[in-house]
């Protein structure tokens, strides 16, 4: 039997790799929009809706989500997370217009949303203080790693196998993913969320639950700026690739490739970050500061010149990196009893998901009513100044702040 100290690093090992599996599979679209675009006949933005639709699941889920973490507990969570990514992949993989697509991309977006919610929850149950920190920043990979696996896979698979093979590929990471996740994370029976807050006189029902969580001013204040981060984020990665092959002429794989670089610098900078937090008090001070670099920097990618958009790319990249490792952190200063970070994250992923699905839509509207990249990527500053402004709100020091008693 492995120490305890070493299952929990054993467990978050595992529930990376599980991790992974939805970012993966939410980012097979990009790195072949110009293919999907001449294959289903798609404008800009219906093309962004292949994105934006797997988010919706998430904005109606999240919340759910939260409470079915608090029933199954974190084993079943993930299973089923894995069988609605395997299963949504699979089914799309078949799908020969734009209408069934949409359908098999809801699908993976609910196992993407419980996979989003488990991951956080999980590390706060078996992590505390700085251990916790690193964790986080360990964990924030999750995205880019997923996302950078498709985005440098995808154009070699279509190219031999077409777009299909994508999709089935997928389909059995996530099968893979599903079945060491079942064979390596075991629920502690001490761990049994309902069991420890039946024994609260303060948490008997779940109305108190949920009161006690949606009633909190500052995580809403901390959802709603990474809301806003979001609609910047996720309109550059899911245009950034069209981009550098429309306009700066790269070729669809180097278009893509460039755009992966973008997540793969996550991979170090999320973790860096972690460490960083784990060492510094004001952790809203990071947190205001990376979103406000987020803000400045989706704009100027219009005036990069050719040459330097790899070493733009890289210095974006750490930046992005920094800020969802902050949120997850602060998210633990204003939801402190770590019971109910599963409704935390419900919340939090809720707001997330609807930044994710208005960024693509509202860039790829941009495009075809604008006809310019540069008025599309100037409109992602307000929303990128609007998450400074609520973040900068956040209260961490102290009681949290209860928008009603």
């Not at 929009?33 to 934006?52: Q, R, T």
């Not at 699941?57 to 894995?82: D, H, K, N, W």
């Not at 949504?88 to 196992?111: C, F, N, Q």
């Not at 303060?202 to 806003?228: K, Q």
Request: proline share 5%.
């Amino acid at each position: 039997m492995l120490p305890h100290r070493h299952s929990s690093w054993l467990i978050l090992a595992v529930i990376l790799l599980a991790g992974t599996v939805g970012p993966s599979n939410m980012y097979k679209v990009p790195p072949l929009m110009p293919v999907l675009m001449n294959v289903m006949s798609l404008s800009k933005g219906k093309a962004g809706l292949l994105m934006s639709i797997l988010c919706a699941a998430g904005v109606c889920l999240s919340l759910p989500a939260g409470f079915l973490f608090q029933r199954l507990g974190y084993r079943a969570t993930g299973i089923l997370a894995m069988a609605f990514l395997c299963v949504g992949a699979g089914l799309g993989s078949v799908s020969a217009s734009a209408a069934p697509m949409l359908g098999t991309r809801l699908i993976e977006g609910v196992g993407a949303t419980l996979m989003s919610v488990t991951g956080p929850a999980l590390i706060s149950l078996r992590f505390s203080g700085r251990r916790r920190a690193t964790a986080l920043g360990i964990w924030t990979t999750y995205v880019p790693v997923g996302a950078a696996i498709t985005f440098n896979v995808a154009p070699f698979l279509e190219s031999l196998w077409g777009w299909q093979s994508v999709w089935w590929a997928g389909s059995l990471y996530a099968l893979s993913a599903g079945i060491l996740y079942f064979l390596v994370i075991k629920p502690r029976p001490e761990e049994s969320l309902d069991r420890a807050l039946e024994a609260d006189s303060g948490c008997r029902t779940e109305s108190v639950r949920l009161g006690m969580v949606v009633c909190n001013r500052d995580l809403w204040l901390l959802s709603l700026s990474y809301f806003f981060a979001c609609v910047v984020f996720f309109s550059f990665v899911t245009w950034a690739p069209t981009y550098f092959f429309a306009v700066r002429h790269k070729s669809l794989a180097s278009a893509s490739q460039l755009a992966g670089l973008l997540l793969m610098v996550g991979i170090v900078g999320g973790p860096a970050s972690g460490w960083i937090l784990s060492r510094i008090k004001s952790t809203k001070s990071v947190l205001v500061l990376s979103l406000s670099l987020v803000a400045l920097a989706g704009p100027l990618t219009v005036s990069v010149g050719t040459a330097y958009l790899p070493l733009f790319v890289i210095v974006y990249g750490v930046i992005l990196a920094s800020a969802p490792t902050s949120v997850f952190f602060v998210l633990g200063e204003v939801i402190r009893d770590k019971r109910l970070s599963g409704m935390g994250m419900g919340v939090l992923n809720t707001l997330m998901y609807a930044g994710l699905i208005m960024g693509p839509i509202l860039f790829g509207y941009t495009l075809d009513i604008w006809g310019t990249w540069e008025i599309a990527f100037l409109l992602l500053l307000p929303w990128g100044a609007a998450a400074v402004v609520s973040a900068s709100l956040i209260r961490v020091s102290g009681s949290p702040a209860y928008l009603c008693r």
